[in-house]
Nanobody, 122 residues
Framework: QVQLVESGGGLVQAGGSLRLSCAAS????????MAWLRQAPGKEREFVAG????????FYADSVKGRFTISRDNARNTVYLQMNSLEFEDTAVYHC???????????????WGQGTQVTVSS
């Protein structure tokens, strides 16, 4: 079982930065693929970024490449999402999620955090 708690959302102006944190726990999380997915009003959840906990390999949606960076801190069992050059279109609820194997499909994730709101003003 994996438990996920995310934090760090807030209101920022376009062009600004924000860092999200996801604290993970559970006996199997170290073998999971950890990811950030987001859901804007009226839209389906979409994959944003992911990282293999075991080897640190990262994956990004095309829309955030070059602007967002996902990372992990093994000592703190935490995954981060550093978001730079934020755009209005980045406004969404951001969820931390975990699955045994890497995937871009939101419906394949087994565990979810409660979500944290990111609002970018224009």
């Amino acid at each position: 079982q994996v438990q996920l708690v995310e934090s760090g959302g807030g209101l920022v102006q376009a062009g600004g930065s924000l860092r999200l944190s996801c604290a993970a726990s559970g006996r199997t999380f170290s073998r999971y693929f950890m990811a950030w997915l987001r859901q804007a009003p009226g839209k389906e959840r979409e994959f944003v970024a992911g990282i293999n906990w075991s080897d640190g390999r990262t994956f990004y949606a095309d829309s955030v490449k070059g602007r967002f960076t996902i990372s992990r801190d093994n000592a703190r069992n935490t995954v981060y999402l550093q978001m730079n050059s934020l755009e209005f279109e980045d406004t969404a609820v951001y969820h931390c999620a975990a699955t045994p194997l890497p995937t871009y499909s939101a419906d394949r994730y087994n565990y979810w955090g409660q979500g944290t709101q990111v609002t970018v003003s224009s």
